[in-house]
């Protein structure tokens, strides 16, 4: 069984405005962008920081300090959630999980259609997806099973936590 880990994200998003903790201080510190957007998600990635908004994936490499598009590949722009999983980013836009293996620069799409995918989580290679079920895969994104739920067909996840 694979061991799961809480992993810290250390930034913060009120009112569609980034910040991020200022290096050495327990001070939150707003970031130049990305701007004019909801921004619905994060995810790290070694020294990247990255968010999911309603205009797209955007990258940061300097603690928020400057912020970068990686749209190319993204027909819907419409993100909901990011997650990694190894090195391997994912992006759940409506009904469509795209990944990406060069740090947004470019995406593809999963081959499975969803219903609803409201939420992601990653860690090593295996990858959840939420929505109108739990969705699993264990190899990147590549196949996609549904993992047995109590819960009634009708019941749409919103998000996932991961303990332990």
Same mark, same amino acid.
């Given at each position: ?29 707003? &970031? /130049?962008?990305? $701007?004019?957007?909801?921004? /619905?998600?994060?995810?790290?990635? #070694?020294?990247?920081?990255?968010? !999911?908004? =309603? ?12 912020? #970068? =598009?990686?749209?190319?590949? +993204? ?7 990011? $997650?990694?999983?190894?090195?391997? +980013?994912?992006?759940? !836009?409506?009904? &469509?999980?795209?990944?990406? &293996? /060069? ?11 969803? +219903? ?20 699993? #895969?264990? /190899?990147?994104? !590549? ?7 109590? +819960? ?10 991961? $303990?332990?």
């Amino acid at each position: 069984m694979t061991s799961l880990r809480i992993k810290l994200l250390t930034a913060a998003a009120v009112f569609s405005t980034l910040f991020v903790p200022s290096s050495g201080s327990a001070q939150w510190v707003q &970031t /130049n962008g990305p $701007c004019g957007t909801t921004v /619905n998600g994060f995810a790290s990635a #070694s020294s990247k920081l990255f968010v !999911a908004t =309603a205009g797209g994936v955007f990258m940061s490499s300097d603690t928020g300090a400057t912020w #970068s =598009a990686r749209n190319e590949g +993204l027909d819907n722009r419409t993100m909901l959630s990011l $997650c990694v999983a190894g090195t391997t +980013l994912f992006a759940a !836009a409506d009904s &469509t999980i795209f990944i990406s &293996t /060069n740090d947004g620069s470019t995406w593809k799409s999963a081959d499975r259609k969803f +219903l609803y995918v409201s939420a992601l989580y990653g860690s090593d290679s295996t990858v959840y997806a939420v929505g109108d079920s739990l969705y699993r #895969s264990n /190899n990147f994104g !590549a196949t996609w099973t549904v993992v047995p739920s109590p +819960l009634p067909w009708h019941v749409y996840f919103l998000k996932i936590g991961i $303990c332990g």
